[in-house]
């Protein structure tokens, strides 16, 4: 079982930055793939990074040039650095962490970028 929390969502205007976090507990070892999706309103959800293992972090294309992971190991943490936030960038984003075929995820924190 991995136990995953995020933090770091709020409300921001167009241009402006926010840092998510997100703590994962329990067997954090036989995590493989760790990333961030988001889920608009009306909208499925989707993949917006994510690292997996031994290899660099992948990024849509939507964000790409604009948004940083990255993460501290020592303290089981994963970052999602977000730049020139734009509105289409509301969400509620969810941290995920995958062990084999099975999917854990936070529960969500909102994002709300306003022009």
């Known amino acids: 079982q991995v136990q995953l929390a995020e933090s770091g969502g709020d409300s921001v205007q167009a241009g402006g930055s926010l840092r998510l976090s997100c703590v994962a507990s329990?067997?954090?070892?036989?995590?493989?793939?760790r990333g961030w999706y988001r889920q608009a309103p009306g909208k499925q959800r989707e993949l917006v990074a994510r690292?997996?293992?031994?290899?660099?972090?992948t990024y849509a294309d939507s964000v790409k040039g604009r948004f940083t992971l990255s993460r501290d190991n020592a303290k089981n943490t994963m970052y999602l650095q977000m730049n020139s936030l734009k509105p289409e960038d509301s969400a509620v984003y969810f941290c995920?962490?995958?062990?084999?075929?099975?999917?854990?995820w936070g529960q969500g924190t909102q994002v709300t970028v306003s022009s």
């Open positions: 690292f997996i293992t031994n290899y660099s972090p």
């Open positions: 329990g067997r954090v070892s036989n995590i493989n793939e």
């Open positions: 995920n962490a995958r062990v084999r075929d099975i999917n854990y």
